[in-house]
């Protein structure tokens, strides 16, 4: 969740970026080294830091005051919650809270968002903790000119009744006369609960994909039609190829044709335009079960079969 949650920025915008998490979590899980591996992949494990925090904090603000004296840090930052997915551009290190309207959401939680409200030039003139005072909500992504205003800020409200809201150290900011812009983001995903993280999860899968007979009319290395003259399954692989180009299907060709006709293979899928991301030649021609684990993170069941009729093409009617 933490990595996917800052994929949608541009984060070569920034020098260093840190993951805040308790130690009390890497002692009882010892998720460091995995996660290291995700930052790696990602392109920005050189300028990434795991903060570990010996002790519960009482709120978002105090874990990022925390962050700021633990590390020492100065000048801009960016703070960015760890539950949810936007896509929007940095172009500054100016003061600004990243917003979204409520009008273009889904299944959000509008009791549960701190709303804003900007004057004609984006200029934000109120912010307000879970309370509607306009159809713009503040979607976690807080922008600080200096590091150092929102640790005064904060420690000038730590004793307030309640928690301290990131939305509470601004608006005290605004009232000593900093000023904040709204920074408009799009394809905001909200991952607050458990629930929703595992819908959004379900999005993505991985199909393993016959070739004979699903992608292409049934062929044989001993009979006419022979591997690779068969005809396209046009149905089929253009709802494949929707799907592959929305980013969150993984396509495995599996077939019995033997390993020496790999090459022809890979020329009858590239003719077709047919996506994949793997193809796994040599399969006995028999029975194909699929077996897979389910758990909390993976829900039961986590693994589907679909048969569908020989040379049909209609499969966006079985896959659904």
């Not at 990602?42 to 990022?64: C, D, F, H, M, W």
């Not at 700021?68 to 896509?87: A, H, P, T, V």
């Amino acid at each position: 969740m933490a990595v996917e949650s800052i994929s949608g920025l541009n984060l070569d915008f920034f020098d260093k970026i840190y993951f805040v998490t308790l130690l009390e979590h890497e002692e009882r899980y010892e998720f460091s080294a995995g996660f290291v591996r995700e930052l790696d992949e990602l392109g920005i494990r050189a300028k990434s830091n795991i903060a570990y925090l010996p002790e519960y904090t009482t709120s978002q603000s105090e874990t990022v005051y925390q962050l700021i004296k633990g590390e020492e840090i100065s000048g801009f930052i960016f703070i960015k919650d760890s539950d949810n997915y936007y896509e929007c551009e940095l172009t500054n290190t100016d003061n600004q809270v990243a917003f979204y309207d409520l009008n273009n959401s889904d299944n959000i939680n509008a009791r549960n968002k701190s709303y804003i409200q900007q004057d004609v030039n984006g200029i934000i003139t109120n912010i307000v903790e879970k309370k509607v005072i306009s159809s713009t909500f503040s979607c976690g992504g807080y922008g600080f000119t200096d590091a150092n205003e929102f640790c005064n800020s904060f420690e000038k409200l730590s004793e307030m009744e309640g928690e301290c809201y990131i939305s509470h150290v601004i608006y005290d900011l605004m009232l000593s006369g900093s000023k904040f812009s709204g920074l408009s983001v799009d394809e905001y995903k909200d991952w607050g609960t458990l629930k929703v993280w595992n819908e959004y999860k379900k999005q993505y899968r991985t199909l393993f994909i016959d070739i004979d007979g699903t992608l292409v009319t049934n062929s044989s290395i001993q009979f006419p039609p022979y591997v690779g003259s068969g005809d396209p399954l046009a149905n089929n692989i253009k709802y494949l190829r929707e799907l592959y180009n929305e980013g969150k299907t993984y396509i495995i060709l599996t077939t019995s044709r033997p390993e020496i006709l790999r090459e022809t293979t890979i020329k009858e899928m590239d003719r077709w335009k047919m996506p994949y991301d793997q193809l796994i030649m040599g399969l006995p021609h028999c029975n194909r079960t699929i077996i897979n684990d389910f758990a909390r993170s993976n829900a039961y069941p986590s693994c589907d079969a679909i048969n569908i009729p020989r040379d049909n093409d209609n499969l966006s009617e079985y896959l659904k």
